[in-house]
T-cell receptor, first 112, second 111 residues
Framework: DAGVIQSPRHEVTEMGQEVTLRCKPISGHNSLFWYRQTMMRGLELLIYFNNNVPIDDSGMPEDRFSAKMPNASFSTLKIQPSEPRDSAVYFC??????????FGPGTRLLVL | GENVEQHPSTLSVQEGDSAVIKCTYSDSASNYFPWYKQELGKRPQLIIDIRSNVGEKKDQRIAVTLNKTAKHFSLHITETQPEDSAVYFCAATYRDDKIIFGKGTRLHILP
């Protein structure tokens, strides 16, 4: 199995631009998680889906952030408009229900 | 509320010595406790986990202990090696699938 796939791996954009991060979970996994990691705040859960349905989005920082999971093999995290403080590494992870979470390689986002 | 406290934030040990990282959790319903290792610039990767029906689990040089009464769990690394240098995260489940992570421990193995 290829594991969790994320794209892009690196993104540099200017403040105000829209950013879309993509994730393909491990085939057969029914839970998907989006995390943000910064030095100051550590690893934060933004939102997670179970069977493509958003279960908990309490970690989404603002309305500028949105996430979708249109099917079992694809999810997006969108930031619109982006701000410099959104600069971080964004990880996607997937798991079977109540199972081990496997992380993707992450997207390193820099907003100038 | 959901909370996982992890200590220490930084730990330096001499190569060959043991390292211990401790965590506490707040939700008495938590039943799964994974530990992740993150090397610089890489993704967190599971190194060991324990479920609430056991008190201890060992995998070669790594062991984890769980005290459900006290809501404590710990990671023990014996005979540390340079490749053990990394950031380690403890975590605990909260409401089924959700996992709450500790803030991490940066482990330095000194030559």
């Amino acid at each position: 199995d290829a594991g969790v796939i994320q794209s892009p791996r690196h993104e540099v954009t200017e403040m105000g631009q829209e950013v879309t991060l993509r994730c393909k979970p491990i085939s057969g996994h029914n839970s998907l998680f989006w995390y943000r990691q910064t030095m100051m705040r550590g690893l934060e859960l933004l939102i997670y889906f179970n069977n493509n349905v958003p279960i908990d989005d309490s970690g989404m920082p603002e309305d500028r952030f949105s996430a979708k999971m249109p099917n079992a093999s694809f999810s997006t995290l969108k930031i619109q408009p982006s701000e410099p403080r959104d600069s971080a590494v964004y990880f996607c992870a997937s798991s079977l229900k109540e199972g081990t979470q496997y992380f993707g390689p992450g997207t390193r986002l820099l907003v100038l | 509320g959901e909370n996982v406290e992890q200590h220490p934030s930084t730990l330096s040990v001499q190569e060959g010595d043991s390292a211990v990282i401790k965590c506490t959790y707040s939700d008495s319903a938590s039943n799964y406790f994974p530990w992740y290792k993150q090397e610089l610039g890489k993704r967190p990767q599971l190194i060991i986990d324990i479920r609430s029906n056991v008190g201890e689990k060992k995998d070669q040089r790594i062991a984890v202990t769980l005290n459900k009464t006290a809501k404590h769990f710990s990671l023990h690394i014996t005979e540390t090696q340079p490749e053990d240098s990394a950031v380690y995260f403890c975590a605990a489940t909260y409401r089924d699938d959700k996992i709450i992570f500790g803030k991490g421990t940066r482990l330095h193995i000194l030559p």
